[in-house]
Nanobody, 128 residues
Framework: VQLQASGGGLVQTGGSLRLSCEAS????????MGWFRQAPGKEREFVAA????????YYADSVKGRFTISRDNAKNMVYLQMNSLKPEDTAVYYC??????????????????????WGQGTQVTVSS
């Protein structure tokens, strides 16, 4: 599977961006897909994930209510709509495929080690 992310850019606080990730491969629709991000000097962190059908979504607490993940299996695409952006959202955003979650205390946790495929990053910069 190859992943191509796009849509990053420079935006002011409170603005919006929509990231896109195009995937190659016939098994795309069977994978949990998602997004991670990495800010300068920090570890890569989970942002959002979506089940193979699109029926279940998961978000990091820091983006809940502001970001929305979606997918179009017919087009092999995954999207991340980011609204009400904050300076702390500034990071390189990475598309991820075939994500394995850890279930603990009633919640699913997605970590870098559980991702099988990575795309190249797209820079998102939010100015204050």
């Amino acid at each position: 599977v190859q992943l191509q992310a796009s849509g990053g850019g420079l935006v002011q606080t409170g603005g919006s961006l929509r990231l896109s990730c195009e995937a190659s491969g016939r098994t795309f629709s069977s994978y949990v897909m998602g997004w991670f991000r990495q800010a300068p000097g920090k570890e890569r962190e989970f942002v959002a994930a979506i089940s193979w059908s699109g029926g279940s979504t998961y978000y990091a607490d820091s983006v809940k209510g502001r970001f929305t993940i979606s997918r179009d299996n017919a087009k092999n695409m995954v999207y991340l709509q980011m609204n009400s952006l904050k300076p702390e959202d500034t990071a390189v955003y990475y598309c991820a495929a075939d994500m394995r979650a850890t279930y603990y205390s009633g919640s699913y946790y997605y970590q870098v080690a559980g991702v099988r495929y990575w795309g190249q990053g797209t820079q998102v910069t939010v100015s204050s």
